[in-house]
Nanobody, 117 residues
Framework: QVQLVESGGGFVQPGGSLKLSCAASGSRFGINEMAWYRQAPGEERELVASITRGSYTDYADSVKGRFAISRDNAKNTVYLQMNSLKPEDTAAYYC???????????WGRGAQVTVSS
């Protein structure tokens, strides 16, 4: 059973920066793709950014040029550097990963990011 623990959320003013971290533990086989999703109140959960084990990345159009996803395979940890934050970035941010061999997807509990003046 893989567990994901997010950290780094918080409150920031527009134009500010935050960095989210997510550490995966408990996998016997290692981790393939990792990603960040977000969900604002009353909205559907949406993909923010994803990264493969080989560090190929993909981003939602709304965050391109502002957010950067990265990972440390040795630590099974994924990061999301968020710059030039906007009020519309306010949401709960969820980390997810897919385990190698089993292909099971796991989710973290979420980290709240609030952007407001």
């Amino acid at each position: 059973q893989v567990q994901l623990v997010e950290s780094g959320g918080g409150f920031v003013q527009p134009g500010g920066s935050l960095k989210l971290s997510c550490a995966a533990s408990g996998s016997r086989f290692g981790i393939n793709e990792m990603a960040w999703y977000r969900q604002a109140p009353g909205e559907e959960r949406e993909l923010v950014a994803s990264i493969t084990r080989g560090s190929y990345t993909d981003y939602a159009d709304s965050v391109k040029g502002r957010f950067a996803i990265s990972r440390d395979n040795a630590k099974n940890t994924v990061y999301l550097q968020m710059n030039s934050l906007k009020p519309e970035d306010t949401a709960a941010y969820y980390c997810t990963c897919r385990e190698r061999v089993t292909a099971i997807a796991y989710w973290g509990r979420g980290a709240q990011v609030t952007v407001s003046s």
